[in-house]
């Protein structure tokens, strides 16, 4: 398919835009990058059989057979229920600028592949993991004291062409606890304030867990491979929220990272929206088409993935572009942007479709490159870890569950 393009994508500016359905743009003579000739062939490619209506003439490039967009998952047990998420009790943000950093955690190793692919600035107005936390109240040191916890999970995926076998997957976790400032006071002016002590459950999906080794403590003889027990060094704690208080004295709430975590994976079953994609480059045109499958068992519970955005820079001296779905040209980036809706077994076809350009090239062939994709999920994660609090003392005001995409790529 010729040299893959390596270097390093970046989000394109956004760009006013008709909405028809099939869309072409004009590209100035100077913004065309010089590419190197050479050939390039492609496999008559397969394709979902619930894709959109083409109109005749335009975005034919590509022959196409009929196939399974990837196999099914076997199982006998029913699905998960979805679990009602706690109440918040106050307007407050589990994310702050006071989050403190687990700079002890250890971190989890990245895989070969990662390193080939571009970071992706994240595209939410908020920070992954927020959520409203526990309420500026004033507390009583008989009062149950009230928390938060977040888990933000973040997948990577690498697919190659439209074989499942060769889909790459890694799956990573941060939990994250969010302490209203009034327990500040409480836990200073106690000489033994109560432990707080929790439990992970579901925890037979991770493959690593790895604490905040000063703040947290576990009990490595459990023999439980479905949950585990932790406790917090509770005078290390305190110190961390009276060091966060002192620098941000009018906070309201305070972050602690307690513990990343490594998911187990299978293959393109864990990913949860499936990808292949397709080049057919001659010397005049480029025919490219992205063929995306929602994936609602990959999830627990499953939910729509939100801001999908799909980027492909295409090289050769693009002059004009025509889409299906309408999508963006950024002439300075040489790269082609889409915007969907959100993506969920409500939506047409069940979340699968096709995306779909034709460019007219002045310099080609275009040499086939790595596309890009972004999303996100409030209320889900890969894992379906869960925590629930042990002993007495406190109470959980807000379990908040969030799902990003990481480096989320495909190849032909």
């Given at each position: 398919?010729?040299?893959?393009?390596?270097?390093?994508?970046?989000?394109?500016?956004?760009?006013?835009?008709?909405?028809?359905?099939?869309?072409?743009?004009?590209?100035?003579?100077?913004?065309?990058?010089?590419?190197?000739?050479?050939?390039?062939?492609?496999?008559?490619?397969?394709?979902?059989?619930s894709?959109?209506?083409?109109?005749?003439?335009?975005?034919?490039?590509?022959?196409?057979?009929?196939?399974?967009?990837?196999?099914?998952?076997?199982?006998?047990?029913?699905?998960?229920?979805?679990?009602?998420?706690?109440?918040?009790?106050?307007?407050?943000?589990?994310?702050?600028?006071?989050?403190?950093?687990?700079?002890?955690?250890?971190?989890?190793?990245?895989?070969?592949?990662?390193?080939?692919?571009?970071?992706?600035?994240?595209?939410?107005?908020?920070?992954?993991?927020?959520?409203?936390?526990?309420?500026?109240?004033?507390?009583?040191?008989?009062?149950?004291?009230?928390?938060?916890?977040?888990?933000?999970?973040?997948?990577?995926?690498?697919?190659?062409?439209?074989d499942?076998?060769?889909?790459?997957?890694k799956?990573?976790?941060?939990?994250?606890?969010?302490?209203?400032?009034?327990?500040?006071?409480?836990?200073?002016s106690?000489?033994?304030?109560?432990?707080?002590?929790?439990?992970?459950?579901?925890?037979?999906?991770?493959?690593?867990?790895?604490?905040n080794?000063?703040?947290?403590?576990?009990d490595?003889?459990?023999?439980?491979?479905?949950?585990?027990?932790f406790?917090?060094?509770?005078?290390a704690?305190?110190?961390?929220?009276?060091?966060?208080?002192?620098?941000?004295?009018?906070?309201?709430?305070?972050?602690?990272?307690i513990?990343?975590?490594?998911?187990?994976?299978?293959?393109?079953?864990?990913?949860?929206?499936?990808?292949?994609?397709?080049?057919k480059?001659?010397?005049?045109?480029?025919?490219?088409?992205?063929?995306?499958?929602?994936?609602p068992?990959?999830?627990?519970?499953?939910?729509?993935?939100?801001?999908?955005?799909?980027?492909?820079?295409?090289?050769?001296?693009?002059?004009?572009?025509?889409?299906?779905?309408?999508?963006i040209?950024?002439?300075?980036?040489?790269?082609?942007?889409w915007?969907?809706?959100?993506?969920?077994?409500?939506?047409?076809?069940?979340?699968?479709?096709?995306?779909?350009?034709?460019?007219?090239?002045?310099?080609?062939?275009?040499?086939?490159?790595?596309?890009?994709?972004?999303?996100?999920?409030?209320?889900?994660?890969?894992?379906?870890v869960?925590?629930e609090?042990?002993?007495?003392g406190?109470?959980?005001?807000?379990?908040?569950?969030?799902?990003?995409?990481?480096?989320?790529?495909?190849?032909?």
């Amino acid at each position: 398919m010729g040299q893959k393009n390596e270097s390093a994508l970046s989000w394109m500016a956004d760009h006013t835009m008709s909405p028809a359905a099939g869309h072409m743009q004009d590209v100035p003579h100077s913004n065309r990058p010089t590419t190197p000739l050479g050939t390039a062939a492609i496999v008559p490619p397969p394709r979902p059989s619930s894709r959109p209506k083409l109109p005749a003439g335009k975005l034919t490039g590509i022959n196409e057979i009929a196939r399974p967009f990837s196999p099914s998952m076997a199982t006998n047990s029913s699905p998960l229920p979805t679990a009602p998420l706690a109440r918040a009790e106050s307007s407050s943000s589990l994310s702050s600028n006071t989050s403190l950093s687990a700079s002890n955690t250890p971190t989890i190793e990245d895989d070969v592949f990662v390193a080939k692919l571009p970071t992706f600035e994240k595209r939410c107005e908020t920070p992954a993991g927020t959520s409203r936390g526990p309420s500026p109240i004033t507390l009583a040191s008989q009062d149950s004291l009230p928390i938060a916890v977040a888990f933000t999970e973040s997948v990577n995926a690498y697919f190659k062409g439209a074989d499942p076998s060769k889909c790459i997957v890694k799956i990573t976790g941060d939990m994250t606890l969010s302490f209203p400032s009034g327990i500040i006071k409480i836990f200073t002016s106690s000489l033994s304030p109560a432990t707080l002590s929790f439990r992970l459950r579901n925890t037979s999906k991770l493959e690593q867990i790895l604490p905040n080794q000063h703040l947290l403590h576990s009990d490595s003889s459990q023999n439980d491979t479905n949950s585990k027990d932790f406790w917090m060094n509770m005078p290390a704690l305190t110190a961390y929220l009276r060091k966060a208080s002192e620098q941000n004295p009018t906070s309201s709430y305070y972050n602690v990272d307690i513990l990343k975590y490594q998911v187990c994976s299978n293959g393109i079953q864990s990913t949860p929206l499936n990808l292949a994609v397709y080049w057919k480059c001659a010397q005049s045109i480029t025919d490219l088409r992205v063929d995306y499958h929602y994936n609602p068992e990959a999830m627990q519970p499953p939910g729509p993935l939100c801001s999908v955005q799909v980027l492909v820079p295409v090289s050769g001296g693009v002059t004009n572009m025509h889409s299906l779905p309408s999508a963006i040209w950024n002439p300075d980036q040489n790269k082609s942007l889409w915007k969907l809706n959100d993506i969920s077994e409500k939506s047409e076809n069940e979340g699968s479709g096709s995306l779909r350009a034709k460019f007219e090239l002045s310099d080609g062939p275009s040499i086939p490159a790595t596309l890009a994709v972004q999303f996100f999920n409030e209320g889900s994660t890969l894992s379906g870890v869960e925590m629930e609090l042990v002993g007495s003392g406190y109470r959980l005001s807000l379990n908040k569950k969030r799902l990003v995409s990481g480096r989320y790529m495909a190849d032909c």
